[in-house]
């Protein structure tokens, strides 16, 4: 069984930080890629930020605010939030593509909440 655990979300007030992390654990081969989703109330789940083994990349909306980070030894992926806008509030979803005894391809977490708000 291959599993993403997430923690790291709860609520701050404007122009705060959180950080988020996500471990992956389970039958891996190999992780291909990790990032961060998230989904406000009533709107499409959305990317955040994204990182391979060479590259990442961010939303237009989270650049120069967020920064996505990877341990390659733990399996963990985190996310640095900082100047947090009211926007941003929504919940956040771990996703890596991986390589498993099951099958290639994306595995979700459970998500977390993430509150921006005075």
């Known amino acids: 069984q291959v599993q993403l655990v997430e923690s790291g979300g709860g609520l701050v007030q404007p122009g705060g930080s959180l950080r988020l992390s996500c471990s992956a654990s389970?039958?891996?081969?190999?992780?291909?890629?990790m990032g961060w989703y998230r989904q406000a109330p009533g709107k499409q789940r959305e990317l955040v930020a994204r990182?391979?083994?060479?590259?990442?990349n961010y939303a237009d909306s989270v650049k120069g605010r967020f920064t996505i980070s990877r341990d390659n030894a733990k399996n963990t992926v985190y996310l640095q939030m900082n100047s947090l806008k009211p926007e941003d509030t929504a919940v956040y979803y771990c996703?890596?593509?991986?390589?498993?005894?099951?099958?290639?391809?994306?595995?979700w977490g459970q998500g977390t909440q993430v509150t921006v708000s005075s």
């Open positions: 990182i391979t083994s060479g590259s990442t």
């Open positions: 996703n890596a593509h991986l390589t498993t005894t099951y099958r290639v391809g994306d595995y």
């Open positions: 389970g039958s891996i081969f190999s992780i291909n890629a």
